[in-house]
């Protein structure tokens, strides 16, 4: 039986990844992407997630996520994806045939998980205002839903503040929200991008296995995360690592904190892997990844999306 997925994304070129590798998946059915604000703005993300779908002949309903955050002021990542947001590679026109007009990305999801015969696993891979939203205006959904898959966190240093990674950085609030939800919550921090990085030699693999890898080849060489040549961090693809083959990887059952008082610690989050602060677990932090492992499936998940 198929998992049922929803998206949410903001492409994003590790997100382009994560999106190819989960909607060619034989283990799950995505049912819905939303385009979340993020590395750039939401028309852009939007935009190029539909660009995706085209490319990749995929029929999948997709809806356009918030404007902004909640409170935190709009940031991006333009300098790591371009300003498309997915700089690189020529796309096709977007298949504008996939957009659900008129409908916000909580009540889309709200529609997906109440129609949905078995509960629905949410994969987070952006900043997580969407999810939060949706949260907020449908508490009744938490037991409707498996679990929520994401990427963001770190346990030690940040990419975007000094303890503050990019997803979570981008929506402190809708971050607390969510990890303050009770749902069953795995996470996939920087530190597990950091352990898979994708080399050039693998890169150069993936180019020759067929039109997707050579797109995907195209990207990573204008894909700042990380360095073509010692070594790109996929950071999303830990996401749909960690959904498609947890035994790759390690889990800490702990506390996580959000820092929502601004200042300079604002959006960091605090992985409590040594119990500082006697709260409940309310996550399953990864730690750490097989890479040999990952990398193997990383390549054998893109080989399959043809
Ligand atoms: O910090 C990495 C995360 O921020 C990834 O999801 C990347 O796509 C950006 O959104
Ligand atoms: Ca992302």
């Not at 997707?212 to 961090?233: I, P």
Request: net charge negative; hydrophobic share 45%.
């Amino acid at each position: 039986m198929k998992k049922p997925v929803i998206l949410s994304t903001d492409p994003g070129i590790d997100d382009a990844v994560a999106i190819a590798i989960l909607l060619f998946s034989e283990q799950i059915d995505v049912r819905l992407i939303a385009a979340a604000a993020g590395n750039v703005g939401v028309d852009k993300t939007l935009t190029n997630v539909l660009k995706l779908a085209k490319f990749l002949g995929k029929k999948v309903p997709v809806v356009r996520g918030c404007e902004r955050a909640i409170i935190k002021a709009p940031i991006d990542a333009a300098s790591v994806h371009g300003q498309s947001g997915m700089d690189g590679y020529d796309f096709p026109e977007p298949d504008e045939s996939l957009l659900l007009q008129g409908q916000t990305a909580p009540a889309a999801i709200h529609e997906v998980v109440q129609n949905s015969a078995e509960k629905v696993t949410l994969v987070g891979i952006a900043p997580l205002t969407d999810f939060a939203l949706y949260l907020r205006l449908y508490p009744e959904d938490v037991e409707r839903i498996e679990e929520l898959v994401l990427m963001g966190g770190c346990i030690g240093r940040g990419n975007y503040g000094v303890f503050s990674e990019f997803n979570i950085a981008g929506d402190p609030e809708a971050a607390r929200i969510v990890f303050e939800s009770g749902l069953k919550i795995r996470v996939a921090p920087l530190e597990l991008g950091f352990q898979a990085k994708i080399k050039p030699e693998v890169s150069e693999q993936i180019k020759h296995l067929n039109r997707v890898g050579e797109m995907f080849y195209s990207l990573f060489k204008r894909y700042r995360g990380g360095s073509f040549n010692t070594g790109l961090k996929i950071y999303d693809a830990l996401a749909a690592g960690i959904l498609l083959q947890p035994d790759l990887f390690e889990f800490a059952d702990t506390h996580v904190e959000i820092v929502t008082q601004e200042g300079s610690t604002y959006g960091a989050s605090l992985v409590d892997l040594n119990n500082k602060l006697s709260k409940q677990s309310n996550a399953l932090v990864g730690t750490a990844v097989n890479v040999d492992g990952f990398v193997k499936w990383f390549v054998n998940s893109i080989e399959k999306t043809c």
